[in-house]
């Protein structure tokens, strides 16, 4: 019988380019667990504690630092070491204080800052999808796999579209704010070329424009798929 399914390993020669750990001094790294984001958009969280945060020198220390719950992403303490931590999600380390968010950057793709412990509960989702299930509820379905089930009444319900955003309270899922995706609106380029620029949405068109904050000669093209909405007139969070 032929093998079933993919491989449980991951050598570091194939893995993502922005990780952070060296190609050729061993041969294997941890391989992320299928979860709400794709491998090559994220990080496990074994390889944040040990090679991104610098808290543990080896696989052996971080796989401790995590099985003992020292280590929350999103509100909730994780204890699988291959947990996949991806875009906006928030990881915090209460010990410490720390709190850290999942942006993405125009040379890394991907990168945690470091974020104030008031916006540790806050986090901005992607709508992926919008459908009524049985019962006559609404679904919006996001980008790193969550559910919300609302009244088909409801102003968020009423207002919200396939790529808004919502500023959302963790892990309750409390939304706080609907961010449409319309002219004036402040964006994130989050995967392309162009991924980790960010600017204000200046034209809606087969490619979304972009016209970055601080130089208004800069402007930057990507599909709606690649475009995240970061806030109004302002981020509504740090995203850099």
Not at 27 to 52: A, Y
Not at 57 to 80: C, H, L, N, Q
Not at 201 to 228: C, H, K, M, P
């Amino acid at each position: 019988m032929g093998k079933m399914g993919g491989s449980r390993h991951l050598k570091r020669l194939a893995a993502p380019g922005y990780w952070p750990v060296a190609k050729r001094e061993k041969v294997w790294v941890t391989k992320p667990s299928p979860g709400p984001h794709p491998m090559e958009q994220g990080f496990p969280l074994l390889v944040v504690i040990r090679d991104i945060l610098g808290l543990a020198t080896s696989a052996r220390e971080a796989k401790r630092i995590i099985f003992m719950k020292k280590v929350w992403v999103d509100g909730k303490p994780r204890y699988d070491y291959k947990y996949q931590v991806g875009l906006m999600d928030i990881l915090s380390i209460p010990d410490l204080g720390k709190h850290y968010r999942v942006v993405p950057d125009p040379y890394k793709f991907l990168k945690l800052i470091e974020i104030p412990e008031s916006e540790s509960g806050l986090k901005v989702v992607k709508v992926t999808g919008k459908r009524t299930i049985k019962g006559g509820k609404i679904q919006l379905t996001t980008h790193d796999g969550r559910n919300f089930l609302l009244e088909p009444g409801s102003d968020t319900a009423r207002s919200v579209k396939v790529g808004h955003s919502m500023l959302i309270e963790v892990p309750s899922q409390e939304v706080r704010q609907v961010l449409p995706l319309d002219v004036g609106a402040v964006a994130a380029m989050v995967r392309g070329r162009m991924a980790g620029h960010i600017g204000r949405i200046r034209e809606l068109a087969e490619f979304i424009e972009l016209q970055d904050l601080e130089d208004s000669n800069l402007v930057y093209r990507g599909t709606a798929e690649n475009v995240l909405v970061v806030g109004k007139e302002e981020p509504s969070i740090k995203v850099r």
